[in-house]
């Protein structure tokens, strides 16, 4: 089985990925246009056109906003006003109302293919439970076929350490949260956070051992910009805004971005590829 499945180029590295012989093209879906946060080249013209002849604007009132925060006026003055601030994010939101965003799902993966062809679900608890019981029982989690019962059996399913977890898929629009300790935890162990708190709880030799089965992956998948995600609906525009100055070099931005979390799946027409994490198509583009 091959460690690398991929349905569509995606990222600045994109090109240059095509050509290494390990890399499986399995067809193009679609022509149609995803947005790349990562690659402002990606952006829609309008986007880009209205930052770029805004830009001295945007910065002075990022400026003005940042040190407004770093006062104590912020406990008994308004903010400074900030119209061109405003009027970006407004048309940030308009232009991306039908556009795809890419988003990053970080895991840990016993057969690639299966993402591709059944896409992500959101999470049943009693469904990845029963997995791990069968993993057992398979001996792929060896020495444990006799006592995972008795192992899940001492925590309790129903607490919300576990529930809050559950009906949702999660992602990240930006490469960087894959490798700077956000996300890159997923590609530790297999079975998600739900399981992982399941065996950190329970049992500190099951928890070693789901760190030693199937391979850390990166699912790379489109969804609508808007909507599907709704933490977008308020958060995309500041991001993109955000790291467009960053991008200009002329002021110092932490960008911020948010968890994609969607509780509907995202289907497999959706998934551009499934790669490991030290894939150049899913480098943070910051350090290279």
């Given at each position: 089985m091959s460690k690398r499945q991929?349905?569509?180029?995606?990222?600045?590295?994109?090109?240059?990925?095509?050509?290494?012989?390990v890399r499986i093209m399995l067809c193009l879906r679609t022509a149609e246009v995803v947005v790349d946060l990562d690659d402002l080249g990606s952006w829609p013209a309008e986007v880009r056109s209205e930052l770029d002849e805004k830009l001295d604007g945007l910065i002075a009132e990022y400026d003005a906003q940042t040190q407004f925060d770093l006062s104590g006026d912020h406990w008994f003055k308004p903010p400074p006003p900030k119209p061109l601030t405003r009027r970006a994010q407004l048309v940030i939101t308009e232009?991306?109302?039908?556009?795809k965003?890419?988003?990053f799902h970080a895991t840990r993966l016993l057969d690639?293919?299966?993402?591709?062809?059944?896409?992500?679900r959101p999470l049943v608890l009693d469904e990845r439970?029963?997995?791990?019981?069968?993993?057992a029982a398979?001996?792929?989690?060896?020495?444990?076929?006799?006592?995972?019962?008795?192992?899940?059996?001492?925590?309790d399913l129903t607490d919300n350490c576990f529930t809050i977890r559950e009906a949702r898929v999660w992602a990240t629009p930006l490469r960087r949260y894959l490798h700077d300790g956000g996300c890159d935890v997923f590609f530790d162990h297999w079975g998600?956070?739900?399981?992982?708190?399941?065996?950190?709880?329970?049992?500190p030799a099951l928890e070693a051992a789901i760190q030693g089965i199937g391979n850390p992956a990166v699912v790379v998948a489109k969804i609508p910009a808007l909507g599907f995600c709704k933490r977008s609906n308020w958060r995309l525009a500041p991001t993109m805004l955000e790291l467009a100055l960053e991008a200009s070099g002329r002021v110092e931005v932490s960008v911020g971005a948010w968890d994609v979390c969607a509780e509907l799946p995202i289907p497999p027409e959706w998934i551009e590829g499934v790669v490991p994490p030290d894939d150049a198509t899913v480098s943070d583009p910051r350090r290279t």
């Open positions: 991929d349905l569509t180029p995606f990222g600045a590295s994109a090109a240059r990925a095509l050509h290494s012989p232009q991306m109302k039908a556009m965003l890419r988003v690639f293919n299966e993402v591709v062809r059944d896409g992500i439970v029963a997995r791990l019981r069968e993993l398979q001996r792929r989690l060896a020495d444990f076929e006799d006592e995972i019962g008795e192992i899940i059996g001492r925590v998600g956070e739900a399981v992982q708190r399941l065996a950190h709880m329970a049992s």
